[in-house]
């Protein structure tokens, strides 16, 4: 049959942001697992959309294994980039890992598509995706494509949303 062409994808974002439970959502249900767990180190998941097959290095986020993202930032043709949209006060530290990523010499000068999820919108103390933007100012990336959606990990909300649009970016 025809076969889908292959992306990897950076998964990124402090710890408890919920990108191993999105990413985990974007998988045939039978492949989703029930128990999710803090990632150590990363862990390497694959996911399919009409016509792209992901594969994705789903990242630590924990202070201690912050330094692992940048040896796959060189394999990496697009980021997804998880916030805690409820954790205002870790908000100025997910900036501080997202300026130094985008200063990084191998994310620097790429033309890299990049998605946000503004996740937990569910819980009542979420801040809206436009403030999340805002708080880590988007705006002044000019040199990449990017795009924000406010997601719900735990129900799926917002997730095809932002995954259509990478795949629009990358096809
Ligand atoms: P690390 O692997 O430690 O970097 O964390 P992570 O970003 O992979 O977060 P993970 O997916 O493990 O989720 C952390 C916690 O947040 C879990 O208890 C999830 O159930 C919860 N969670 C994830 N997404 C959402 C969401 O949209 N809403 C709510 N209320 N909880 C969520
Ligand atoms: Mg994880």
Redesign the pocket.
């Known amino acids: 049959g025809l076969k889908k062409k292959e992306v990897h994808v950076l ?1 990124l ?12 959502k974007l998988k045939p249900s039978n492949a989703q697992t029930q128990d ?5 180190g990363f862990s390497i998941e694959k996911f399919k959309t009409s016509s792209l097959s992901f594969t994705v290095f ?5 202070g201690k ?1 912050r330094d692992l993202w940048e040896h796959y930032y060189k394999e990496g043709q697009a980021i997804i980039f ?1 916030i ?1 949209s ?1 954790d205002k006060l870790r908000m100025v530290v997910a900036k501080e890992e997202l300026d130094t990523l985008l200063n990084h010499p191998d994310i620097k000068h790429r033309r890299l598509p990049i998605l946000f999820f503004a ?5 009542r103390d979420a801040v809206s995706s436009v403030k999340v933007s805002q708080l880590l100012s988007l705006e002044n990336i000019k040199d990449k494509p990017w795009h924000i959606c406010a ?5 799926g ?1 917002g997730l095809q949303e932002g995954v259509d649009w990478l795949q629009d970016q990358i096809t």
Request: aromatic letters at 2%.
């Open positions: 998964c974002g402090l710890d408890n942001s919920g990108k191993t439970t999105i990413i985990n999710i767990v803090p990632t150590i789903d990242m630590s986020g924990q294994y998880v805690d409820s996740n937990k919108m569910d819980l997601s719900d990990a735990l129900k909300e």
